[in-house]
């Protein structure tokens, strides 16, 4: 692959380690609360361990030690967090195209350890540069899940030393979907998606009793959100221009760390990923065997 | 004494592997089925708005629904101040680590001050 690199394999993992090094730090406050909860919850720091491994899900792992926490049944357990691990179906379905190619193994080791943050790097990584590689996607994935499991042990760990305040800890799992929220809403569609799943979510939450409520709710909404912009694109004169797909206002940033670079870089991709979708759509279509071992290098 | 603790590590490998399914299955079988198949491009622009509409009500349900699902307006006051502390945050900074940590301390001084 890399013949035209002059010390390609040593010089790769550094690189693929700068890129998800953002990631990894970003998981470290985040793990150690998740490691907190779970102790809290009952599980030792070996369970802990095993969970972050096998999960590798922090909103999973939060709901999974509040679940604990209150003695739910097995069956709302694993329910709950079937339909909260549901969201990857989306995730996956979106980066198969990129890894198609790949060996039986490969997918399942890369699904297994797939999740929204290192979706986020590699779906932007592999829309953009050209040289990123399947395996290179399975190293971001790698690294994340060691920063994870590492800081969710530490956390359990610390978690039986010090006391803290359960709900204080409880929040960060809001913090960070509201993160995620801020990031994705781009347009102003977006953002009446968001307020209308909440309220559905309110709302099928107190119907149903259950966490099958914030299925339904995001079922209903992501469909309205794809309804209203089919219907702009199709009927609307300028649908660029409508005031649903226009771009909410977004201020200056100051600083640049390397976090902000990335964010930066991914709603430029975003923004440019419609676009591309249909152009690749349309490549696919005339010349099929895209190069489909390796993609090879300029220099 | 004994018994009950080998239970509870029986109990949580249990609850481990549950989850562990529960997991995997959701992220292994559409790669899986996608890796052999085009995606429709519908479903494709649909479940462009899974997430935000997830992560949406994943919050309200942190906020103003309590354990036994009954919507409670203003029970969690702490958070709704910090969960707008973190939206703004996030908004100028773009960062997760600092949104996350923000809103921790955002909640802990709350919690102590109302």
Same mark, same amino acid.
């Given at each position: 692959?890399?013949?035209?690199?002059?010390?390609?394999?040593?010089?790769?993992?550094?690189?693929?380690?700068?890129?998800?090094?953002?990631?990894?730090?970003?998981?470290?406050?985040?793990?150690?609360?998740?490691?907190?909860?779970?102790?809290?919850?009952?599980?030792?720091?070996?369970?802990?361990?095993?969970?972050?491994?096998?999960?590798?899900?922090?909103?999973?792992?939060?709901?999974?030690?509040?679940?604990?926490?209150?003695?739910?049944?097995?069956?709302?357990?694993?329910?709950?967090?079937?339909?909260?691990?549901?969201?990857?179906?989306?995730?996956?379905?979106?980066?198969?195209?990129?890894?198609?190619?790949?060996?039986?193994?490969?997918?399942?080791?890369?699904?297994?350890?797939?999740?929204?943050?290192?979706?986020?790097?590699?779906?932007?990584?592999?829309?953009?540069?050209?040289?990123?590689?399947?395996?290179?996607?399975?190293?971001?994935?790698?690294?994340?899940?060691?920063?994870?499991?590492?800081?969710?042990?530490?956390?359990?760990?610390?978690?039986?030393?010090?006391?803290?305040?359960?709900?204080?800890?409880?929040?960060?799992?809001?913090?960070?979907?509201?993160?995620?929220?801020?990031?994705?809403?781009?347009?102003?569609?977006?953002?009446?998606?968001?307020?209308?799943?909440?309220?559905?979510?309110?709302?099928?939450?107190?119907?149903?009793?259950?966490?099958?409520?914030?299925?339904?709710?995001?079922?209903?909404?992501?469909?309205?959100?794809?309804?209203?912009?089919?219907?702009?694109?199709?009927?609307?004169?300028?649908?660029?221009?409508?005031?649903?797909?226009?771009?909410?206002?977004?201020?200056?940033?100051?600083?640049?760390?390397?976090?902000?670079?990335?964010?930066?870089?991914?709603?430029?991709?975003?923004?440019?990923?419609?676009?591309?979708?249909?152009?690749?759509?349309?490549?696919?279509?005339?010349?099929?065997?895209?190069?489909?071992?390796?993609?090879?290098?300029?220099? | 004494?004994?018994?009950?603790?080998?239970?509870?590590?029986?109990?949580?490998?249990?609850?481990?592997?549950?989850?562990?399914?529960?997991?995997?299955?959701?992220? $292994?079988? @559409? /790669?899986?089925? #996608?890796? =052999?198949?085009?995606?429709?491009?519908? %479903?494709?622009?649909?479940?462009? $708005?899974? @997430? /935000?509409?997830? #992560?949406? =009500?994943?919050?309200?349900?942190?906020? %103003?629904?309590?354990?036994?699902?009954?919507?409670?307006?203003?029970?969690?006051?702490?958070?709704?101040?910090?969960?707008?502390?973190?939206?703004?945050?996030?908004?100028?900074?773009?960062?997760?680590?600092?949104?996350?940590?923000?809103?921790?301390?955002?909640?802990?001084?709350?919690?102590?001050?109302?």
């Amino acid at each position: 692959m890399a013949k035209a690199q002059i010390n390609p394999e040593k010089a790769r993992w550094l690189e693929v380690l700068g890129v998800s090094m953002p990631l990894c730090l970003s998981y470290i406050p985040i793990g150690l609360a998740c490691g907190i909860l779970l102790h809290a919850a009952g599980f030792n720091f070996i369970m802990i361990l095993l969970v972050s491994v096998l999960v590798f899900s922090g909103g999973a792992q939060f709901i999974l030690a509040s679940l604990l926490t209150v003695n739910s049944p097995l069956s709302t357990i694993f329910l709950s967090l079937f339909f909260l691990e549901l969201r990857y179906a989306l995730l996956g379905s979106s980066l198969s195209k990129y890894i198609k190619q790949e060996s039986a193994r490969f997918i399942l080791v890369f699904s297994a350890s797939m999740n929204d943050e290192n979706y986020a790097i590699n779906y932007m990584k592999f829309a953009t540069d050209k040289k990123w590689t399947p395996d290179d996607a399975l190293l971001v994935e790698r690294y994340s899940l060691a920063a994870w499991s590492i800081s969710n042990m530490v956390g359990g760990l610390i978690g039986g030393a010090i006391s803290i305040d359960l709900e204080v800890v409880d929040f960060a799992l809001t913090a960070l979907f509201l993160y995620m929220i801020v990031m994705q809403v781009q347009n102003h569609l977006s953002f009446v998606i968001c307020i209308l799943a909440s309220i559905l979510g309110v709302y099928f939450l107190v119907l149903t009793k259950n966490t099958l409520g914030l299925i339904i709710a995001t079922l209903l909404a992501s469909f309205v959100g794809f309804a209203v912009e089919n219907t702009v694109r199709h009927h609307s004169k300028d649908p660029s221009n409508n005031w649903f797909l226009t771009k909410m206002f977004r201020p200056q940033i100051t600083k640049t760390t390397l976090e902000d670079k990335q964010a930066q870089e991914k709603k430029e991709i975003k923004e440019a990923e419609k676009l591309e979708n249909k152009i690749e759509n349309v490549v696919e279509r005339h010349d099929e065997p895209k190069d489909d071992t390796q993609h090879h290098d300029e220099g | 004494m004994e018994q009950l603790l080998s239970n509870k590590i029986f109990y949580h490998i249990i609850v481990i592997i549950l989850a562990a399914i529960a997991a995997f299955i959701p992220r $292994y079988l @559409p /790669v899986l089925f #996608f890796s =052999t198949r085009k995606i429709p491009e519908w %479903f494709n622009e649909w479940m462009k $708005y899974v @997430p /935000v509409s997830l #992560f949406a =009500t994943l919050v309200v349900k942190g906020i %103003f629904v309590d354990s036994s699902y009954n919507f409670i307006a203003f029970g969690h006051v702490e958070q709704i101040i910090a969960a707008l502390i973190v939206i703004v945050i996030a908004y100028f900074t773009r960062s997760m680590s600092i949104s996350v940590i923000a809103g921790l301390v955002a909640v802990w001084l709350l919690s102590l001050a109302l």
